[in-house]
């Protein structure tokens, strides 16, 4: 069954929940309280929780307006997500800019290297959706050459390289402002046969 988008009041509803929740988050890795003032804040969480879960959306399927709402890396209902906005660009490719929170730290002070693969991850793929070529990741090679920070601006870009068949390559990277390039990244994509088009 497929299910309508949210309406629009019920998306801003959402959006300001998830941006409170980002902050909670961010808060509990950081919160210096004392034992009594923890288990307060667990007590009324757990109310809240159960408030949220009471009324569920079933899981979305590929293709709804809502499919993405979830999504680690650009869900606008995930808190865990940075979140990324994509730009497609005039020439081909796609660029992201993002401040990563401490809720992404793997080292002290750093992003940790998987939250790295996995923005990469998403933007490849986003790369080659933007000239038809849909995909499951089947390989991605990494390549770290500094350490990514939280809490500085960040630049990811992405392009489609080839194809042969089913498979679809695509390379990116992360960067500084300055072009500094932190991390490098290379995926193989393999077209699912349920993929809508011709290839």
């Known amino acids: ?10 998306y801003t509803a959402l959006l300001a929940l998830v941006a409170q929740t980002r902050a909670l988050m961010d808060a509990v890795v ?9 288990a307060a804040v667990t007590e009324e ?6 408030r949220l879960d009471a009324v569920r959306r079933p899981p979305a399927e590929v293709g709804e307006p809502r499919w993405l709402m979830g999504n680690a890396v650009v869900g606008a209902a995930n808190p865990f997500a940075p979140p990324i906005e ?12 993002q401040v990563f929170r401490p809720l992404h730290e ?30 499951l990741t089947a390989s991605l090679t ?14 990811a870009t992405a ?18 402002p300055d072009g500094t390039v932190l991390v490098e990244a290379t995926g193989l994509f ?4 349920w993929f809508p088009g011709e290839l």
Do not use: C, N
């Open 190 to 193: 393999i077209t699912p046969s």
């Open 45 to 50: 969480l757990r109310a809240l929780t159960e």
């Open 106 to 135: 793997g080292p002290p002070g750093l992003v940790h290297g998987g939250v790295s693969a996995m923005v990469l991850d998403h933007l490849l793929g986003t790369a080659l959706g933007a000239v038809g070529r849909g995909g």
């Open 142 to 155: 990494m390549t770290y050459r500094a350490p990514v920070p939280f809490g500085t601006p960040v630049v």
């Open 1 to 10: 069954m497929t299910l309508e988008a949210p309406s629009a009041s019920t």
């Open 159 to 176: 392009e489609y390289t080839r194809s042969e068949g089913r498979k679809s390559w695509a390379d990116g990277r992360m960067a500084l």
């Open 30 to 38: 950081a919160t210096g309280a004392d034992d009594e003032e923890i």
């Open 86 to 97: 994509i730009e497609y660009l005039p020439g081909g490719g796609v660029r992201a800019e």
